[in-house]
């Protein structure tokens, strides 16, 4: 069974900071892996996503990279940024057919 | 881009009575919709794949006699709470996949408080 974890639970940064956040998962056959980001009792907005040929993507200031053999994915945010303060998700599709297993996230707040 | 509603957006209702709650897709049709459930501090776990015209496939542990899905039209699909108690208090998430481009969009959630 696919478990998926993300390091750490809870992360506080000044404004302008470089930041990373960590995801594993025990399973290394995934079709891709996806960045998602919560906002307080909303849904989820997708950030990236990697496939399993790939080892990195990049979207503006985010960038995302993959070891598939390692199980592992981090998200890497560069000049953080108040409105960057959010849950930050990760989830992989093991078997296909965008079924999604999720990380248990990463609580971010980027304080002024 | 591609949005999926959600509706209602929270919802707070008596123990032994049932809840229904709608996901659409509003400009792109959906022939597999996800039901998801987060408790507090806790990450999504999905409930259930919902397939257009066709059974849902539930995941392990999850009652579908409990938790009816609906797939009706390739924009709308339902998820039914049945006889709540508040252990099923929880935020729920609908996301749906594309039919063309097979890509993946959640809803806004639903907060289901049973008293």
């Known amino acids: 069974k696919q478990e998926v974890t993300q390091i750490p639970a809870a992360l506080s940064v000044p404004e302008g900071e470089n930041l990373v956040l960590n995801c594993s998962f025990t399973d290394s056959a995934i079709y891709n892996l996806q960045w998602f980001r919560q906002d307080p009792g909303k849904g989820l907005t997708s950030l990236l996503l990697i496939q399993s040929s790939q080892r990195e993507q990049t979207s503006g200031r985010l960038n995302a990279s993959l070891d598939k053999s390692s199980g592992r994915s981090t998200l890497y945010i560069a000049a953080s940024q108040p409105g960057d303060s959010a849950t930050y998700l990760c989830a992989v599709d093991t078997g296909g057919g965008n079924k999604l297993t999720f990380g248990t996230g990463t609580q971010l707040k980027v304080e002024l | 881009g591609a949005v999926v509603s959600q509706h209602p957006s929270w919802v707070i209702c008596k123990s032994g009575t049932s809840v229904k709650i709608e996901c659409r897709s509003l400009?792109?049709?959906?022939?597999?919709m996800f039901w998801y459930r987060q408790f507090p501090k806790q990450s999504l776990m999905l409930m259930a794949t919902?397939?257009?015209?066709?059974?849902?496939?539930?995941e392990q542990g999850v009652e579908k006699d409990k938790f009816l899905i609906n797939h009706a039209s390739l924009t709308l699909s339902t998820l039914t709470v049945t006889s709540a108690h508040p252990e099923d208090s929880s935020f729920y998430i609908c996301s749906a996949r594309d039919f063309d481009d097979e890509k993946l969009f959640f809803g806004s959630g639903t907060q289901l408080s049973v008293l």
């Open positions: 400009d792109f049709q959906a022939t597999t």
């Open positions: 919902s397939n257009e015209g066709s059974k849902a496939t539930y």
